[in-house]
């Protein structure tokens, strides 16, 4: 499992509900980690906040795979974009010469 950055948990907060890995979610504020594959990784989002990497890591919201795509170019650092889309954005975690595409849509 990784916590997709260094050394506290990586947050993320909605502040409307979205659909998340095709899950309903809450406003709110949760933590996201990763489990790397060749092909695809899985994406987890967790309710616990305020956490050093996975360490006493409890509560999945939700797991799902998005497929793993490859840069045009080499990314050096891991990023993290936000892709503005019309009814939301899509998530892009990158490094070196892997990337993911996690859509979230803004729910009505």
Request: overall charge negative; glycine content about 8%; cysteine-free.
């Amino acid at each position: 499992m990784w916590r997709i950055g260094a050394n506290e948990s990586t947050e993320i907060r909605f502040f409307k509900p979205v659909s998340f890995g095709g899950k309903e979610i809450a406003a709110g504020n949760y933590t996201l980690f990763a489990v790397p594959e060749n092909d695809y990784w899985q994406m987890i989002l967790n309710e616990q906040t305020d956490t050093w990497g996975p360490y006493g890591y409890d509560k999945d919201i939700i797991r799902f795979s998005v497929p793993v795509k490859t840069p045009a170019n080499f990314v050096e650092t891991l990023s993290i974009a936000f892709v503005p889309q019309q009814l939301g954005v899509i998530l892009i975690i990158g490094w070196e010469k892997t990337y993911v595409e996690v859509p979230i849509t803004i729910r009505k």
